[in-house]
């Protein structure tokens, strides 16, 4: 039984841990910190499988994906504002 326990907890270990790529480890860290039962980034309450850089490293890329992806582009053809006036000096 003992070594049944053993080779699953490596097998888990190999498969989401040290073999699991990049990019794929990406989208899991981002929807982990999305998703509201992991607001502590902690999977297993008292156990550290998961180091503390990984929620920074987890932000940063979060900061990323918005920033390149997500975040509204400004428009070209803003309005000025109530009462700001365009300054059109052609020179």
Do not use: N
């Not at 989401?16 to 860290?29: A, C, G, H, S």
């Amino acid at each position: 039984m003992l070594a049944a326990r053993t080779a699953m907890y490596h097998d888990w270990m190999r498969r989401w841990i040290t073999e699991l790529p990049q990019e794929v480890k990406r989208t899991y860290m981002i929807a982990t910190l999305l998703h509201p039962c992991f607001k502590t980034y902690d999977f297993i309450e008292g156990c550290a499988l998961i180091p503390a850089t990984d929620k920074v490293l987890a932000l940063g890329e979060l900061r990323i994906e918005w920033a390149t992806v997500w975040k509204p582009r400004s428009t070209s053809t803003a309005t000025p504002a109530e009462g700001e006036t365009i300054d059109l000096d052609l020179g």
